[in-house]
């Protein structure tokens, strides 16, 4: 195949708000026509890198042994390894940056914190949860679905799988919902949170410290007792796998059930039928994955060497970014992709990513979704979003994908 020219490549800036509000003509134009181009963003070492859009070349990114997620060795960051705040470092060294054997090493150690058994004992609970936040929507009648709901189901099932008491789960949701706040995308967002980000670190040592002196059947117990053949995770590692718990599985699921929840009102058929069909559900959750995808990008690959992908010349060093939300659309996969479907199956979406470096709180995502979307359409015959679409706002972040809020009027 011949190599694209990199200095014809069209440049797209991540941080345009067109991009945050409604960037799927774009993917669309650029899936057809420049399936690798250049990407601006602030998450990129050098400002710039590559994009690709199709699903074919997002799956072959993220399985290349050609590319590397770990930007200390391969990227350039090191060389701004000396002036980066320590909880940036911190999340440089979670296994989301790492490749193989760490990254197995890291991954083997706390995956028994996640599995499917361990998830759907959280069921009950989860429901719980929602039913009691549902409560609070009847009350009020007139509600903010994001922040009312959306953003306190996850933090409050977080809490609970840290072991976070009564007495500090009010300081314990403050800082975290201070930390996934929208202050900008990129390393120079998260310096802004650093202050709060330095606060919530000495809250998660002293939950990993009680965790240690009195065990319990939870989650944060599991990664603080972690064993593989001898193996431990370090106390930094810990720290760094708690951190990365916070922000992947808080933001990410919030996102979705807001999301969701406007694409069922926009989609009144669909919404009727998951009503009325309680079979529906599983493919439901995995198509309303598809079509919201609340992250729209995993971490960058960086090329180990030059190298020729998807017919363009990528050099040594570039960062590569594959795009989860323009793949998820992609017509080569998905029949009619721009609409939503809830009977779609099979559904090879990538929205919990694909190989080595799959999500692995996906079953805890799935469980979130679906008990907060049933709770939802069980409770409430009246779903109605109070603004128009010109007036929902998203947050101003790259690689998740989610509304600011979503005014709503909801009735038994």
Known sequence: MTSVATPTMSVTNLADPVMYYNPYPRYAYLREN??????????????????????????????????????????????????????????????????????????????????PKMIAGLSDQVTSIATELA???ERKKDVDLVND?????????????????????AEFHQLVNRMTEDSGGGPIGMIRRMPVANKLLKFIQH?????????????????????????????????GMIFLLLLAGHDTTSNMIGSSMLALVHNPDQLTALRDDEALWPTAIEELLRYTTPVACAAPRIAIKDLEFAGAHIPRGSQVVGMIISA????????????????????KHMSFAFGAHYCLGHHLARLEARVALRT??????????????????YKATLSLRGLKSLPMRVGV
């Open 34 to 115: 420049e399936p690798v181009s250049r990407v601006k963003a602030p998450m990129m070492v050098r400002g710039t890198g590559f994009m690709v859009t199709r699903h074919a070349d997002v799956v072959n990114l993220h399985t290349d042994e050609r590319f590397s997620t770990d930007s200390m060795r391969y990227g350039g960051a090191a060389r701004f390894n000396w002036m980066l705040p320590q909880t940036l470092k911190l999340l440089g060294e979670t296994m989301v940056f790492k490749d193989d054997p760490e990254h197995k090493r890291l991954r083997t150690l706390v995956h028994k914190a996640f599995t």
């Open 135 to 137: 409560d609070g929507l």
């Open 149 to 169: 709901f959306a953003v306190e189901l996850p933090l409050r099932v977080i809490s609970s799988m840290l072991g976070v008491n009564d007495a500090d789960r």
């Open 207 to 239: 939950l990993a410290d009680e965790a240690r002196a009195n065990p319990a059947d939870n989650v944060i117990t599991a990664i603080v007792e972690a064993r593989e053949d001898g193996d431990r995770l370090t106390d930094r590692e810990v720290l």
């Open 328 to 347: 998820n659309r992609d017509k080569e996969i998905y029949d009619d992709p721009e609409s939503l479907d809830l009977t779609r199956s099979p559904n």
């Open 376 to 393: 939802l359409l069980d409770r409430f015959s009246t779903l109605e979003v109070t603004v128009p679409d010109t007036d929902l706002r």
